[in-house]
T-cell receptor, first 111, second 115 residues
């Protein structure tokens, strides 16, 4: 069965520092991968997605992610974190037009 | 253009009571989904619909029923609420007949507590 693992439950980053959130997937064929962000008390918003082509994907709010088939990973990165990036981040893989989500990583931003 | 809306935003139920959560979307999307979000478990799919009049079970369907009588609405029902159904419920929709890699649009959520 398809699955997504986000190994970090919480991550704390200083404002202005770089960020990398890890995501590993289990999927037999070419995966369709997504990163969503959930701000406190809000629904989920799509940051970016990958389904073919260039393995480095650019998203909104200055985020990017790199698909690495050899490592079954789709890590999310941002070069300089802002306090407004504090939120929960979910990686997901599409399976038969349904999404399978990871358990999420909560990002805390320290001053 | 409101996107995906959910009613109510908060609700407290006693064990055994019933209720219906309403999801509405104004984007003319074919697909609609109900998820529940629990701490440390991410989002899990309860039921989904690929079009008006059709529904299907997701990962955790037990204790829930759904209906899609109108394309724009997707109702989630709890016939006899249990404390294990305390959760935050999210509705989502997407326009993807036969396509893959399509974004789902999420509502703001309904926080349900069952005592």
């Amino acid at each position: 069965a398809q699955s997504v693992t986000q190994p970090d439950i919480h991550i704390t980053v200083s404002e202005g520092a770089s960020l990398e959130l890890r995501c590993n997937y289990s999927y037999g064929a070419t995966p369709y991968l997504f990163w969503y962000v959930q701000s406190p008390g809000q629904g989920l918003q799509l940051l970016l997605k990958y389904f073919s082509g260039d393995t480095l994907v650019q998203g909104i709010k200055g985020f990017e992610a790199e698909f690495k088939r050899s490592q079954s990973s789709f890590n999310l990165r941002k070069p300089s974190v802002h306090w407004s990036d504090a939120a929960e981040y979910f990686c997901a893989v599409e399976s038969f037009q349904k999404l399978v989500f990871g358990t999420g990583t909560r990002l805390l931003v320290s001053p | 253009n409101a996107g995906v809306t959910q009613t109510p935003k908060f609700r407290v139920l006693k064990t055994g009571q019933s209720m219906t959560l309403l999801c509405a979307q104004d984007m003319n999307h074919e697909y609609m989904y109900w998820y529940r979000q629990d701490p440390g478990m991410g989002l899990r799919l309860i039921h989904y619909s690929v079009g008006e009049g059709t529904t299907a079970k997701g990962e955790v369907p037990d204790g829930y029923n759904v209906s899609r009588l109108k394309k724009q609405n997707f109702l989630l029902g709890l016939e006899s609420a249990a404390p294990s159904q305390t959760s935050v419920y999210f509705c989502a929709s997407s326009h993807n007949p036969g396509r893959v890699g399509v974004e789902q649009y999420f509502g703001p959520g309904t926080r349900l507590t069952v005592t």
